[in-house]
């Protein structure tokens, strides 16, 4: 349980500039290896924590789009074209949809979000064919 004289060993503050960040990693990086249960160790969550909130807030990572994302599946389930048949239909459909030259169908998005274990709020983004 923290105490009051544990928060006084605690050097925190809120990350507001990229400065803040980069002397909080700094800090991270001295003190993540804390044994569990002490005061650097509950710094080092605090720190985690303020870290990934001003991360998320100052440099985003977009979703990759449909396409990027079905090859990306397809890529850490060492899965080929040839696998994805009975979710998006022939042999050359396949080949159209993960090259660009035709669209998903809501048919297909339901068989890839259960198959490739994807979002479908992830599959229904939009995305530009090429010509």
């Not at 003190?31 to 985690?48: K, M, N, P, Q, R």
């Not at 909130?53 to 599946?73: F, L, M, N, T, V």
């Amino acid at each position: 349980m923290l105490t009051r004289s544990n928060y006084t060993d605690m050097n925190i503050k809120l990350i507001k500039t990229d400065s803040d960040y980069q002397q909080a990693l700094k800090r991270l990086e001295v003190i993540f290896d804390a044994a569990i249960g002490t005061s650097e160790s509950d710094e080092a969550d605090v720190l985690g924590l303020m870290i990934d909130d001003y991360e998320k807030k100052h440099y985003p990572i977009e979703s990759p789009d449909p396409i990027e994302a079905i090859k990306i599946r397809m890529e850490e389930m060492q899965l080929k074209q040839i696998d994805l048949i009975n979710e998006i239909g022939g042999k050359s459909r396949v080949s159209e949809i993960l090259n660009r030259k035709r669209k998903l169908t809501v048919d297909m998005i339901r068989k890839l979000t259960a198959r490739l274990n994807l979002s479908p709020g992830l599959l229904i983004n939009d995305y530009q064919l090429t010509r």
